[in-house]
């Protein structure tokens, strides 16, 4: 057990100097190559923080564990929602911008609520709902490709912008930190969590979400701390609708993945959470503070379902 926390307290230190290394060279890269930080946070930071997701689920689809794969994308969805966006929140104020608004929110909220339709038809995502979900993940990601195309570059100050090799360097190496770091996160707290004896489902919506989902935390805590409000919003939702859409997709792929009528109500609460993130950003067009604070007393009220259902 001594052994678990120090490599747990490994992990964590990995993923906190990883994650500052890689949102400083998504700003940069931002900046040399004249895109929006919006667009990076949605696509390089979200998917690049979103690995650790996709290699638990398809390594447990491999396994024939669904309830891992399933419970890690659901539980990582709800609590980057409530747990991270609202610890962001009492950091700094994130202004939202109006097409994440518009377009990102609704999609992220559509997704989940079109894999709980999926999974209500026979119970379980298979192939032909997998390849549905990778239907719709070609079709974002060629919306943000259109919406890349008309995008004001990013607003960073900077005297003079990094070379090209720099930002690769930045945001490959704290990428690799960030991976490896989450891996033995996840591994060792796995670990202590079933020498307590819990559950694989309480260890997927819990342990293994939150330590898929450290990478997201510390790189939207740490763009919230450097006034980086698009990144850390677009690292979320984009996070969250990669989550569904590719990893889902893939594992289904692999093997079907029978849904536990226990995730229902985590698919129900998943929706809810994205409700509440758009409506509480739709008047005044950034998450602020108190929002911030119902959203972490949201995962509070959660966790406590968890441990009692």
Known sequence: MFMQIIILSLGFFLLVKGAKIFVEGASATANRFGVSQLVIGLTVVAMGTSIPEAAVSITAALNGNAEIAIGNVIGSNILNVLLILGISALIANLAVQP????????????VTVLLAVLSFGGMSIRKAEGCILLGVFVLYLLYLIWMSRGDKPADIVTDEPEPALACFVMVFSGICMVIIG????????????????????????????????????????????????????????????????????????????PMDGNFIIDMLIAVAAGVLLLLACLKSRELRKNWGIVMLLGYAAYFAYLCIK
């Open 99 to 110: 097409s994440t608004l518009r377009y990102e929110m609704p999609l992220m909220i559509g």
């Open 182 to 257: 989450s891996s033995l996160v996840v591994d060792s707290a796995s670990s202590i969590a079933m020498g307590l004896g819990m559950s694989d489902s309480f260890i997927g919506l819990t342990v293994v979400a939150l330590g898929t989902s450290l990478p997201e935390l510390v790189t939207s805590v740490a763009a919230a701390r450097r006034g980086n409000a698009d990144i850390a919003i677009g690292n979320i939702v984009g996070s969250n609708i990669f989550n569904i859409l590719f990893i889902l997709g893939i594992s289904s792929m692999i093997s079907p993945l």
